[in-house]
């Protein structure tokens, strides 16, 4: 696996890359956003460690220039009090987060945990399919066809390029029509470890998959309602 780790400060860096190559990453470190980008554009990466504070620009810039071409998992490095940075980070189409400080194995772990489930969901970096072609066999419910053998989900004949965490969210939501699901029960179906992440996560994996299904078709992102102070709910 290669790992592009953006990070600038030194301390941290070494730390980091010593931890990752001790359990067999390759390394990339890079000490600025566009170093980082520079870099992604000339050789392939598995994945991306973003620090939010860099001194070009921020890690969500970053995400937001990976994102316009790959769905690279990205695990943000945040302050304690970046509440707001976490949250944007999240809706930018981030993973997970993790504050300062931290340890070093909890970031391999985070790593390996965020790989588990992606492994999951649909390939990264697949075209959206061309608005008509015929969905593959699977279910259906309204405007989304699922196929499980590819673990894809399209709309309106259009294949949505999600994350594994956005995919397994829209596969409660097309399984269970007109039920009203909670955010614990969302985050239960969705995460390995529920208990690592907030319901804000919920809702900004939400208002991302609200995003994707408008390009894919404007109006389809009204299918997912919300209902305030109980949860969510997909209406096909």
Known sequence: MNVLLVEDEPAIADTLVYALKTECFEVHHALTGQEALDAF???????????????????LDVCRKLRESSSIPILFLTARNGEVDRILGLE???????????????IVARI??????????????TAPAANGT????????GPLHHDPSAMRIH?????LDLTAHEYKLLLVFLKNPRRVLTRDQLLDHAWADPGAVTDRTID????????????AKPGAEDHIQTRRGLGYLFVP
Request: aromatic share 6%; glycine share 10%.
């Open 92 to 106: 930018l189409g981030g993973d997970d987060y993790v504050t300062k400080p931290f340890s070093p194995r909890e």
């Open 155 to 159: 709309c309106h004949g259009t294949e």
């Open 134 to 141: 015929p969905a593959p066999a699977g279910e259906s419910a």
């Open 41 to 59: 554009a000339s050789k392939p990466f598995d994945f991306a460690i973003l620090d939010i504070g860099l001194p070009d620009m921020t890690g």
């Open 112 to 125: 390996r945990a965020i790989l588990r489930r992606a492994s999951t969901a649909a390939p990264a970096g």
């Open 204 to 215: 900004a994996h939400i208002k991302s998959i609200r995003a994707k299904l408008r390009v």
